[in-house]
């Protein structure tokens, strides 16, 4: 399965850095859509990523009109990732697909309302404690992420590290 994070205007560099980074290292590619809250040359961002930055498969949108005109969410198996959506990231059967988007909203305000509204039946939600506003971008990034993975029994990663593990 080809996984696909996107990132619909972050704001905080760190987090966009520790996503590419996840991104890296399970080959899914990496969606940001302008405007960015930083510059993605910015040092922060770098480091969160570390030495992954080159392995990075990224696009960058002008904007989530431009996004959503190339990846159609009607059409593609796109899931959009809120605290207000009804259905539990986990429920769902991403293995049945060829390819899987996970979008994300700013960290200050998620997606747009009307955009949730709208798509009600492709948004979900990692449960946590009512009273807790959220889980941070690039923790959220990697659960829902892993998921999609673990369905396909982690499919074209390696079970083991290079020295064999324990």
Same mark, same amino acid.
């Given at each position: 399965?080809?996984?696909?994070?996107?990132?619909?205007?972050?704001?905080?560099?760190?987090?966009?850095?520790?996503?590419?980074?996840?991104?890296?290292?399970?080959?899914?590619?990496?969606?940001?859509?302008?405007?960015?809250?930083?510059?993605?040359?910015?040092?922060?961002?770098?480091?969160?990523?570390?030495d992954y930055?080159?392995?990075?498969?990224l696009e960058?949108?002008?904007?989530?009109?431009?996004?959503f005109a190339? /990846?159609?969410?009607?059409?593609?198996?796109?899931?959009?990732?809120?605290?207000?959506?009804?259905?539990? /990231?986990? +429920?769902?059967?991403?293995?049945?697909?060829?390819?899987?988007?996970?979008?994300?909203?700013?960290?200050?305000?998620?997606?747009?309302?009307?955009?949730?509204?709208?798509?009600?039946?492709?948004?979900?939600?990692?449960?946590?404690?009512? +009273?807790?506003?959220?889980?941070?971008?690039?923790?959220?990034?990697?659960?829902?992420?892993?998921?999609?993975?673990?369905?396909?029994?982690?499919?074209?990663?390696?079970?083991?590290?290079?020295?064999?593990?324990?």
């Open positions: 399965m080809k996984l696909n994070l996107v990132l619909c205007e972050p704001e905080i560099p760190a987090n966009t850095g520790n996503i590419s980074r996840t991104c890296s290292v399970i080959g899914a590619k990496l969606h940001l859509i302008r405007p960015l809250g930083f510059s993605i040359e910015e040092k922060e961002v770098r480091r969160a990523g570390l930055w080159t392995a990075l498969d960058v949108h002008a904007s989530a009109t431009d996004f190339k /990846y159609d969410l009607a059409r593609l198996p796109m899931f959009l990732v809120s605290t207000k959506a009804r259905h539990v /990231y986990s +429920d769902m059967d991403y293995a049945a697909f060829d390819e899987v988007f996970f979008v994300f909203g700013k960290e200050t305000r998620g997606l747009p309302e009307e955009l949730l509204r709208a798509n009600a039946d492709k948004c979900v939600r990692i449960p946590m404690l009512a +009273d807790m506003r959220s889980l941070n971008l690039s923790n959220a990034a990697a659960i829902v992420a892993y998921e999609a993975l673990r369905q396909t029994g982690f499919a074209g990663l390696a079970r083991r590290n290079a020295a064999g593990g324990l």
